[in-house]
């Protein structure tokens, strides 16, 4: 069925459709006001991308005319929970058939938007993590230890499961810059001299350049007023912009824990 919004109509009227958790139950709850008195049945469905009809749950008589309140638990499953794993908000459209004392069906479809905010709490009820908030490099698995999302950056950063967010020795950090008329030789220019600023005696390298893409590293072991740090970098343009992909261990990197991490940053896809 195609979907297009229809609100109303002489039987019914919609009034809220939302997504909730009750006793670790996934549920649909519906608001609405009935205005036929010889409404029989109402029938829920989903709508996916497809457009095929997913059914949800069905109510049946009494249904008396006035308000109608419902929450009624959706038949749970990994497909139907993977939604709530997708960080961002989750466009959904619902499919109301109602019928009446003959038989006669009608129909209308609900456009039903799920916040973030909204998606955080089904998360928690659930004990599910949100998609990208474990990852797996290096055989281990990472978590999410900071999220940032504006119109001119976008950051994820990744610490190693079993360490603490703060107090971390290594940590893997996806850096976007939503730039389009800078190229990734000034965005490096610009790191470099910022880095070295901090520090100038910092142990600073240039690795791999080929067009549109520098790979670098560095260390500050010279900078005595600072903690010993390594990275290892790389720079190059990806869908949303310039990327900085990096690997920052506190202490000293081997020559060998350096091209391994260079060889992990580089199955980082930019997109």
């Known amino acids: 069925m195609v979907r297009k919004k229809k609100m109303e109509n002489d039987w019914f009227k919609i ?28 029938e829920v469905y989903e709508i996916p991308e497809d457009s095929s009809e997913q059914f949800l749950w069905k109510k049946e008589k009494p249904l008396p005319m006035g308000t109608l309140s419902l929450k009624e638990r959706i038949p749970s499953s990994a497909q139907n929970m993977d939604w709530i794993r997708k960080i961002g908000t989750t466009r959904k459209w619902i499919l109301i058939t109602l019928k009446n004392d003959n038989g006669l069906p009608t129909h209308l479809q609900a456009e039903v938007l799920v916040h973030e905010s909204e998606k955080k709490k089904l998360r928690k009820d659930f004990s599910l993590e949100a998609e990208g908030e474990v990852i797996r490099l290096d055989g281990r698995e ?49 790191l470099e001299s910022g880095k070295k600023k901090d520090c100038p005696n910092l142990n600073w390298s240039k ?61 980082i896809p930019g997109k």
């Open 15 to 42: 009034e809220k459709i939302s997504f909730l958790s009750e006793n670790k139950q996934l549920k649909l709850s519906l608001a609405g006001t009935i205005k036929n008195p010889s409404l029989e049945s109402l």
């Open 142 to 190: 990472w978590k999410i230890a900071s999220e940032v999302n504006t119109n001119e950056q976008a950051l994820l950063q990744y610490v190693p499961k079993a360490e603490s967010v703060l107090y971390w020795n290594e940590m893997v950090t996806i850096h976007v810059y939503k730039v389009r008329s800078s190229s990734v030789s000034q965005i490096y220019s610009l």
């Open 207 to 267: 690795d791999q350049e080929s067009e549109n893409r520098i790979a670098y590293s560095w260390e500050n072991s010279s900078c005595t007023k600072q903690t010993l740090n390594s990275q290892v970098a790389k720079l190059f343009r990806g869908e949303y912009g310039i990327y900085n992909v990096r690997y920052d261990r506190k202490g000293r990197m081997s020559d060998q824990d350096k091209s391994h991490w260079s060889d992990v940053l580089d199955k």
